[in-house]
């Protein structure tokens, strides 16, 4: 069994910041689970291009408003506390938030631990993973 806490893992190199966004990644490829879980925060005003083409993923939103533009038609949806949304078809989209955004997240396959976006909005497969 594993058992880890949030603010443990907020100390830790689970903790990855980047532009408009952090995460702390409390599940990662290493624990075997075959998928990662992150409880991710999207700050506020942050616009993230993103587009996961290598992974797929879903996403809960905890607290926050915001909305994502699905690429493929333009369609804007809002994301408020309770909205999920999965990107099952490895989705090119645009996430914005109005304040800032509670997000919890599964990443299939799993994360290794340092990943921030190549260029194109997506994850490599490969990447740094996060032992601690
Ligand atoms: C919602 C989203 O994809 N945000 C970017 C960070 C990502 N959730 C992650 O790496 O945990």
Same mark, same amino acid.
């Given at each position: 069994?594993?058992?880890?806490?949030?603010?443990?893992? *907020?100390?830790?190199? *689970? /903790?990855?910041?980047?532009? !408009?966004?952090?995460? =702390? @990644?409390?599940?990662? /490829?290493?624990?075997?689970? !075959?998928?990662?879980?992150?409880? =991710? =925060?999207?700050?506020?005003d942050a616009?993230?291009h993103m587009?996961?083409? +290598? %992974?797929?993923?879903? &996403?809960?939103?905890?607290?926050?408003? !915001?909305?994502? @533009?699905?690429?493929?038609?333009g369609v &804007?949806?809002?994301? *408020?506390? $309770? =909205?999920?949304?999965?990107?099952?078809?490895?989705?090119? %989209?645009?996430? *914005?938030?109005?304040?800032?955004?509670?997000?919890?997240?599964?990443? +299939?396959?799993?994360?290794? !631990?340092?990943? &921030? %976006?190549?260029?194109? $909005?997506?994850?490599?497969?490969?990447?740094?993973?996060?032992?601690?």
């Amino acid at each position: 069994m594993i058992v880890r806490s949030l603010d443990e893992a *907020r100390k830790s190199e *689970r /903790r990855v910041v980047s532009k !408009g966004w952090e995460s =702390t @990644r409390l599940l990662l /490829r290493n624990d075997q689970m !075959g998928f990662s879980f992150h409880i =991710t =925060t999207i700050y506020r005003d942050a616009e993230l291009h993103m587009h996961y083409q +290598n %992974h797929l993923e879903a &996403v809960y939103c905890i607290s926050g408003s !915001g909305e994502i @533009r699905n690429e493929a038609d333009g369609v &804007v949806h809002p994301i *408020r506390p $309770g =909205t999920v949304y999965a990107l099952d078809k490895h989705d090119k %989209h645009v996430l *914005r938030a109005f304040e800032e955004m509670q997000m919890a997240c599964v990443f +299939n396959p799993p994360l290794h !631990g340092k990943e &921030v %976006h190549n260029p194109d $909005g997506a994850y490599e497969l490969s990447a740094e993973a996060v032992t601690a």
